[in-house]
């Protein structure tokens, strides 16, 4: 695989530290808060950080505040600000259409029709034009067909270093408020969220590595067999509780694929039980509507640790609970990861029915 | 009525300033978030208070942390640290639990019939003792009777001042995190978080007067009554889905009546189907979860703004939406109040079976 100068530290150092300044126009420094109910059940310390607040209710603010106030910062220089396209399961689609109306640009969104209700009204209520496509992947053609026919920019959904390192001022905001750190737990789709966390870790974190692990669902997993096979594959799509976390990475794969092979310590899978437990125990402990992509994270933890009452946490007993997790890097050299005792779990979106979360 | 020096300004100041450092040591620094959806309704700025996000899931944490760290750190000089005993409708049995267990002392709390599972449930976890009385009222008597018999410290939820400045210190956090403050919404009961947010906005806040409206239940009027009637009084209590802000405010209260009496620019009274629509409302726009005592601040803001598309704001149109809810003091002089353009909601807390909240 040859490096062609992606990988180059000082770079992305100065992507992350120029983002936190476009990011911070647009998107909420959320907070992190301690679980005392995770940190009882994994015997050691857990934390929350919290994008579910975010004024459109995920992460994927941060990524597209990014793209676009960079894409305005430059209008200017082109004459009249241009549009943008872009292709979404809801949240990203959500967030471009929230920033291009800050920005008075033009936002067309393509979804699928497998994206919720509650997330095409949300974009509808901004003022972007929605296009339907039958599949994610289907999203992901039309978008590229308009972005020709009407010139309009494609603001892709990961695999895009200003997107990227616009997610990874998340990962900065955890360094600040828990140098300590020790492991982080991140949904993972496109892997966008993931490579920037993975890079502020990098390049801005304790000289010690920081575990961080990937979740996505059994019903979603492109990214982990992707990983698998050494190269960018594609699945059918399936539908999941995990909506936000559905799509492949792309063939032509070019930022995130390589990024999120090199940052995590591991990728891992869950169950549609698992998230729809996560999706209740984060809503009966903590008060927290979390969509099913988001519970992704939470559900890994609760899988790594026995519930109370029925035995000693791993972490107590000296055992990294996440080397329970069954990852596509079992081989990774180093022999068990020590057990963190301070974990951060991103809590990535909050849009779904909450019905949806009670009735199943 | 007579002023005995409860209102030196010396004292509440030097008072909210020691409480800050006890209740940092155990209750969380909440996030003030902006509410694109509120905003939007009122056509003005609204903040939410998080005190959702509290390891006790509600902002009693705080005045229990500053009664009980003051307890125990004046404790080696009496001996053996002493036992406490409490009564409460959950939210201040479980902060008072949460901080004895912390610090390795007995607590004991009295509740009401009325109070919900899930609230006994929490305070039962956490190791405290549970009483049991028929009301609210039986319960204050109840934590009396055993106070004296077993020389247990009384740990009152609202009528002391030390309660009164632990919940006081998210006053202070507001005007940290927004100055500019010219408006806070907080439910109203015993008085306990109005007068210590009304003491902070008064000493350490802005000198222009910022607008403090405390919100009960139609079916909780006992503070608003004695208001009124200018006295304690009692009335009957009734099952509300504000099940936190049922009890009356004691014919001996010796802090709260005359604070709140003092502070508060009005105080108004929302129905029960107003507080469900709130919490309707939270889940929905915000992903929150948070109980009915917490939803009657939200309630009345709702009740005080049309739905969006049914026509302008009140605010936009220079009329000050807060002035259109019923409260006790129209009579207070000075005409018709500006229009707020910064206006924080304390959420309170968020201990309710999520099931009532969508079953409703």
């Given at each position: ?76 220089s082109?004459?009249?600000p ?14 471009v ?60 959904p ?22 300590e750190?020790?492991?982080v ?49 594609t ?47 984060m ?37 990294n ?40």
């Amino acid at each position: 695989m040859p490096d062609d100068g992606f990988w180059s530290a000082g770079c992305w150092s100065a992507e992350l530290a120029a983002a936190r300044g476009r990011v911070a126009r647009i998107a909420a420094r959320t907070p992190l808060i301690p679980s005392p109910a995770l940190s009882e059940r994994l015997g050691t310390g857990v934390y929350l950080k919290l994008e579910t607040l975010q004024p459109t209710g995920s992460f994927k603010l941060r990524g597209a505040a990014n793209k676009l106030v960079r894409l305005a910062e430059s209008a200017p220089s082109l004459g009249s600000p241009p549009g943008v396209v872009t292709f979404s399961t809801g949240n990203h689609g959500r967030a471009v259409a929230y920033v291009a109306r800050r920005l008075g640009l033009r936002a067309v969104v393509c979804v699928s029709e497998g994206v919720p209700p509650v997330k095409l009204e949300a974009i509808r209520r901004l003022g972007a034009e929605l296009a339907m496509a039958p599949t994610q992947d289907d999203a992901e053609a039309l978008c590229a067909r308009l972005a020709t026919e009407q010139g309009l920019v494609v603001v892709h959904p990961f695999d895009d270093p200003d997107i990227i390192a616009g997610q990874g001022t998340l990962g900065l905001e955890i360094l600040d408020d828990l140098p300590e750190v020790e492991a982080v737990i991140v949904p993972l789709s496109g892997g966008g969220l993931l490579s920037g966390v993975g890079l502020a870790l990098r390049h801005f974190g304790p000289p010690r590595p920081v575990q961080l692990i990937g979740v996505s669902m059994e019903r979603g997993r492109v990214m982990f067999h992707s990983l698998r096979a050494g190269h960018p594959v594609t699945l059918p799509e399936e539908p999941s509780l995990a909506d936000s976390l559905v799509g492949g990475i792309g063939l032509d794969n070019r930022w995130t694929f390589r990024l999120v092979g090199r940052l995590a310590t591991d990728a891992v899978l869950v169950s549609e039980e698992a998230i729809a437990r996560a999706m209740t125990f984060m809503l009966e402990e903590h008060g927290l509507l979390v969509e099913g992509g988001a519970a992704t994270a939470i559900a890994a933890l609760l899988e790594a640790a026995p519930p109370t009452g029925t035995g000693r946490p791993d972490a107590a007993a000296g055992r990294n609970p996440l080397t329970s997790l069954r990852g596509v890097f079992p081989w990774r050299p180093g022999g068990p990861l020590p057990v963190p005792r301070r974990i951060v779990v991103v809590v990535t979106g909050r849009n779904v029915d909450p019905r949806r979360v009670l009735g199943g």
